[in-house]
């Protein structure tokens, strides 16, 4: 069906607002995000929220039915990237040693992509885990942990690894040395997250005492 002049540019007004509309709500989770993490989200309120986004609270919600929606897509979009990033690591690394070092690497680069999403992510567990509304975190949780089992067992079990490790410990050892940076790392700063990966997995790998 042919388009009429006034309905292309009908279609062409939709298609920017609806552009715009995409960027702004983008915009406005970035900054919830960024706030949820250095105040904590139960003492961030959507007023908070529109005075740094520099909007009334009322316009607020003409993207977002409320404070919960916007941290359940802030985390939807975080965890799901994740899992996607370290089940694609552990899929195509040639062996386990590759692959566990792909996912340290890759951690410390999503630290310093998105270390707001992080922060959050680490200081809001406890909320987390024990809300109904927010279980899709502990599931997608023990997704990734079991990526990162499963990589160990492999490498212990291929001699990469050293076979009197505990599975579950060193990934709990490697998990939480990792994910912690993001309460010191800057990423404007002059140790980068490639350097710092470095510097961990020389330490991971090696040792610390000299040989």
Same mark, same amino acid.
């Given at each position: 069906?042919?388009?009429?002049?006034?309905?292309?540019?009908?279609?062409?007004?939709?298609?920017?607002?609806?552009?715009?509309?995409?960027?702004?709500?983008?915009?406005?989770?970035?900054?919830?995000?960024?706030?949820?993490?250095?105040?904590?989200?139960?003492?961030?309120?959507?007023?908070?929220?529109?005075?740094?986004?520099?909007?009334?609270?009322?316009?607020?919600?003409?993207?977002?039915?409320?404070?919960?929606?916007?941290?359940?897509?802030?985390?939807?979009?975080?965890?799901?990237?994740?899992?996607?990033?370290?089940?694609?690591?552990?899929?195509?690394?040639?062996? *386990?040693?590759?692959?566990?070092?792909?996912?340290?690497?890759?951690?410390?680069?999503?630290?310093?992509?998105? *270390?707001?999403?992080?922060?959050?992510?680490?200081?809001?567990?406890?909320?987390?885990?024990?809300?109904?509304?927010?279980?899709?975190?502990?599931?997608?949780?023990?997704?990734?942990?079991?990526?990162?089992?499963?990589?160990?067992?492999?490498?212990?079990?291929?001699?990469?690894?050293? *076979?009197?490790?505990? *599975?579950?410990?060193?990934?709990?050892?490697?998990?939480?040395?990792?994910?912690?940076?993001?309460?010191?790392?800057?990423?404007?700063?002059?140790?980068?997250?490639?350097?710092?990966?470095?510097?961990?997995?020389?330490?991971?790998?090696?040792?610390?005492?000299?040989?």
């Amino acid at each position: 069906m042919a388009t009429t002049k006034g309905g292309a540019a009908t279609a062409r007004k939709k298609g920017a607002g609806a552009g715009a509309g995409s960027a702004r709500r983008t915009q406005l989770l970035a900054i919830a995000a960024e706030m949820f993490a250095s105040r904590g989200y139960t003492q961030t309120t959507v007023r908070d929220i529109a005075d740094e986004a520099g909007i009334l609270s009322g316009s607020l919600y003409h993207h977002f039915a409320s404070k919960d929606e916007m941290l359940t897509e802030i985390l939807q979009d975080f965890m799901g990237s994740l899992l996607r990033q370290f089940r694609t690591i552990a899929e195509e690394a040639g062996t *386990p040693r590759a692959a566990l070092d792909g996912l340290v690497r890759s951690s410390f680069e999503i630290i310093h992509r998105t *270390p707001h999403a992080v922060a959050l992510y680490q200081n809001e567990a406890n909320f987390l885990g024990s809300t109904p509304e927010f279980s899709f975190v502990t599931k997608a949780s023990r997704q990734v942990e079991k990526v990162w089992l499963d990589v160990l067992r492999a490498g212990i079990a291929s001699g990469d690894f050293r *076979p009197e490790l505990e *599975p579950t410990t060193t990934y709990r050892f490697i998990r939480d040395g990792v994910w912690s940076t993001v309460r010191w790392y800057d990423p404007s700063g002059r140790l980068q997250h490639g350097t710092l990966a470095d510097q961990y997995l020389a330490i991971l790998d090696g040792g610390l005492l000299a040989s």
